[in-house]
């Protein structure tokens, strides 16, 4: 029974949080953009496979500030706080016993590579906010990395089915050297919105540019308008 209440308190945040972004998420240029830029046939979402400028690779290549920090999963721990109800931090078994998603999709990095059918595994962003349950007046998420990176994401962004915090791709443990034990993915933006080795999540009632944003690129990042700059 107690089982039972928690699904049911679960599941009704998240169809509200569902309702409350929905109408905004339809309007995003990766779902609403009827001449999306870019080749190929369309992909998951509907957007043409290949955006424009990006080229795919094979390879995947590794971007970082230069530094990779080292974190054990036992000494991982995730904050998710800020214009939420019920802040949280979770431990690495904390985290893992949050319901899993598995998903395929693609990644589309600035520097004008893309890798496409990843296969990831993790948690869905949209199931840690139904967790702590942003109020109202939240919009925006700023996400941090265990390297003090930070980058920003509306939330009718990040509470997209597909964006997952991911801990394996590809049937293996996410490698230290592309974000392990866990980093963020934003299949729908360019990755650089996708923190790797995330340490913090905060909610925010307003938009506050992460490292990248702060030095002129992109708030939105939408690779099928050729979206890199501002
Ligand atoms: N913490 C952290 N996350 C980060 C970065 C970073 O330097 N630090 N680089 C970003 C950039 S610019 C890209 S393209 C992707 C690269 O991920 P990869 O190294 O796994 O290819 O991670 C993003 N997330
Ligand atoms: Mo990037």
Redesign the pocket.
């Known amino acids: 029974m107690e089982d039972e209440g928690k699904l049911k308190r679960i599941v009704e945040a998240r169809m509200k949080l569902k309702a409350r972004f929905e109408e905004k998420m339809k309007r995003t240029p990766s779902v609403a953009d009827n001449k999306p830029m870019g080749s190929g046939k369309p992909n998951r979402h509907g957007m043409p496979v290949v955006p424009v400028g990006q080229v795919v690779t094979r390879k995947?290549?590794?971007?970082?500030?230069g530094i990779q920090p080292e974190i054990p999963p036992e000494e991982w721990m995730l904050t998710v706080d800020g214009e939420v109800e019920n802040p949280v931090q979770l431990s690495w078994n904390d985290f893992m016993a949050l319901p899993q998603t598995g998903d395929t999709s693609d990644?589309h990095?600035?520097?004008t590579w893309s890798r496409l059918d990843m296969h990831w595994k993790g948690v869905r962003l949209l199931d840690i906010a139904a967790l702590v349950q942003p109020k109202e007046t939240a919009s925006h998420i700023l996400c941090y990395?265990?390297?003090d990176?930070t980058?920003n994401v509306a939330l009718e962004e990040a509470l997209k089915p597909d964006v997952l915090l991911a801990h394996t791709v590809d049937g293996q443990p996410l490698p230290q050297?592309?974000?392990g034990p866990v980093?963020m993915i934003t299949p729908q933006l360019?990755?650089?919105?996708?923190?790797?080795?995330?340490k913090r999540i905060t909610f925010l009632p307003f938009n506050k540019p992460g490292?990248?944003e702060e030095r002129g690129y992109s708030n939105t990042a939408y690779p099928w308008r050729n979206d890199r700059y501002s």
Do not use: M, N, Q
Request: glycine share 10%.
């Open positions: 995947w290549p590794v971007l970082d500030l990644f990095c600035v520097t990395g265990y390297d990176y980058t050297e592309h974000g980093r360019y990755a650089w919105k996708g923190s790797k080795w995330i490292f990248w």
